[in-house]
């Protein structure tokens, strides 16, 4: 009870509202069908009655908020179905995707944390490898996949059957998240170990710290805001580049699902997978928020 009367009314309100606004401006835009019934001559004498449906609005083919809940209504009721790799929930494609995210992510903190603490460290490693990243870091994951398909051409993990369990595409996605994803945290860490105030360094050299408990009880305490800065950023990007990858090698994932929609020109499932894809991402912020937030308070 002391929980629901701290919430403020408008942090409902408000956004309820935001979401209605929004709501609103789709419909206005949307296209609405309208069905008419003819009756002409067929040819041979006869009249027929044919049934015709017209769009008519400022972008027609864009289904309507009531078309688009219709269309995709399958999807979200039965989120977690599964009539075909290419057919599932719409919980079900994202759980695929969030898989491969988690491990790309994983592998960009692993690689990008350290990088990080060494440029922030020295002086001699951020000048020489300073440039690299700058010029490395504004490459489009479009570009990086085909990189890792030609890296790990004709990598295959099979298991007792002989099934494939882990191949070339999926060391490709792996790369292309992982990479693109690490620089916002190398990028953050290394401004938060130069962050770190020169008197807390002092005080470990007078209290003569070994470099492994300055490390783990000055430098990360210190530059931890700044680290999860950038693990936000860098989840955020990782969920942003799984869109492009499924798209491109044809993964079962809310990319691919995406992909696929576009393909048999099915504007309402695109609409649902753009939503989810943005819900999703709004989740894994505030999840990362609340994380950080915990440990600020240890």
Request: charged residues 15%.
């Amino acid at each position: 009870m002391k929980f629901l009367k701290s919430i403020k009314p408008e942090i409902i309100i408000l956004p309820v509202l935001g979401i209605l606004v929004c709501l609103g401006g789709w419909g206005m835009i949307a296209g609405t069908a309208q069905t008419k019934t003819i009756t002409k001559d067929d040819g041979w004498g006869d009249m027929i009655t044919i049934t015709e449906t017209t769009r008519h609005g400022i972008a027609k083919n864009l289904p309507n908020p009531k078309e688009a809940w219709t269309a995709s209504k399958p999807y979200i009721t039965e989120p977690f179905a599964k009539r075909g790799e290419l057919d599932q929930g719409i919980l079900a494609f994202a759980w695929l995707s969030l898989k491969l995210v988690a491990q790309g992510y994983a592998i960009a903190l692993i690689i990008g944390t350290p990088i990080g603490f060494l440029l922030g460290l020295s002086k001699k490693f951020t000048l020489a490898l300073d440039p690299i990243i700058q010029i490395l870091r504004p490459v489009s994951p479009l570009a990086w996949l085909p990189l890792g398909m030609i890296l790990f051409m004709g990598l295959k993990i099979t298991d007792s059957a002989g099934r494939v369990t882990f191949g070339t595409s999926d060391a490709a996605a792996l790369f292309t998240i992982a990479i693109c994803a690490m620089w916002p945290t190398v990028l953050n860490t290394a401004v938060g170990v130069r962050a770190v105030p020169q008197d807390y360094l002092n005080v470990a050299k007078v209290l003569k710290l070994s470099k492994t408990k300055t490390l783990f009880k000055i430098l990360i305490p210190s530059s931890l805001p700044y680290m999860f800065t950038g693990f936000r950023l860098s989840l955020g990007i990782a969920w942003l580049v799984i869109v492009a990858v499924e798209m491109l090698i044809g993964k079962p994932g809310i990319g691919g699902f995406l992909w696929q929609q576009y393909n048999a020109n099915s504007y309402s499932h695109i609409i649902l997978s753009i939503l989810t894809i943005g819900v999703i991402g709004f989740v894994l912020d505030r999840i990362m928020s609340m994380i950080e937030g915990r440990f600020r308070s240890a």
